[in-house]
């Protein structure tokens, strides 16, 4: 009763007011919030959840032993070249490692010694054999015999480690690995076979350089192992200039010796990616 007298006096009250006043609150006074009530909406499409899990689950199944399969043969890889290279580990170092005398003269009476890798020695000696082989100094023409005898026994320690490979266990290592194996790992490997069995003729073959006479080589149970050099050779002069024109009539055989071991370098720094090495290396 009390509620129906408060309402009517107030709006008797608002009926009183002037009419730009009432307009006024009506316009203050906020319009309702307007709700709209979502019926459902505590359900969720399951059917997309369990498509999502199926496709996950099927994807999981083909991934996983494609993934593990590869994992497998990338690892029978890596064990397989890893067995090559311990193979020709000592080579290789010899090759491309081991530091070797040099002798290099710089004057008709200086001879300084330098201390180089067998692939750098290589060109060095090509270099100053075509400079300096008709020389009449015989400081430059020991330089050269000296040079050309070290080189030479470096040749023959190729040999003698080239000889423990085995490479028909190797080739079949390689047909045994070879649908994990690609094409450009074939033909480095096979190349380097076949550089490996022909290596030892070849270099034999053009190695006519056993007789000199200013630097003997030094031998043990027919085995090379060393060279002499007599204390009083370059007072022997005559010896150096008959042993430098001897290098020079079987200039081909140097050539070819050269040019072997170049290639054996070459495709060993191929397979051994020597320049991913040698950058590594450097950067530790």
């Known amino acids: 009763m009390n509620e129906q007298i408060t309402v009517t006096i107030t709006q008797k009250v608002i009926d009183s007011l ?4 009432t307009d006024t609150l009506a316009n203050k006074v906020p319009n309702p919030i307007q709700v709209e009530l979502i019926e459902n909406s505590d359900k969720i499409d399951w059917n997309v959840w369990f498509l999502l899990i199926a496709v996950l689950t ?45 002798k290099q003269p710089k004057s008709a009476e200086k001879m300084d010694d ?17 400079e300096n082989k008709n020389t009449i100094h015989p400081l430059f023409a020991f330089g050269i015999i000296f040079n050309l005898q070290n080189l030479l026994f470096t040749v023959k320690r190729i040999q003698y480690s080239l000889n423990t490979i085995d490479i028909k266990n190797l080739d079949e290592k390689t047909l045994e690995f070879g ?12 190349g380097l076979y076949l550089l490996i069995e ?30 002499e050099v007599d204390k009083k050779v370059l007072k022997k002069q005559k010896w150096i200039l008959e042993d430098l024109e001897y290098l020079r009539e079987n200039e081909l055989s140097i050539d070819e010796i050269l040019k072997m071991n170049k290639l054996l370098i070459q ?9 991913k090495l040698n950058k590594k290396r450097k950067n530790n």
């Open 198 to 227: 022909h290596y030892f003729s070849i270099t034999s073959f053009h190695d006519k350089f056993d007789s000199l006479k200013s630097i003997k080589r030094k031998e043990k149970d027919s085995k090379w192992i060393g060279f």
């Open 179 to 190: 649908d994990k194996l690609s094409k450009s790992e074939h033909h480095k490997l096979n």
């Open 114 to 130: 330098e201390l180089l890798t067998f692939d750098k020695l290589i060109y060095k000696f090509e270099k100053d054999f075509k």
């Open 267 to 275: 495709e060993l720094k191929s397979y051994f990616e020597f320049k």
């Open 18 to 21: 002037p009419k730009t006043v």
């Open 58 to 102: 099927l994807i999981t199944a083909v991934i996983i032993p494609f993934a593990q399969k590869k994992y497998e043969e990338r690892k029978s890889k890596f064990g397989f070249h890893l067995y090559v290279k311990k193979k020709l580990g000592i080579v290789w170092n010899l090759l491309t490692y081991d530091k070797l005398e040099y």
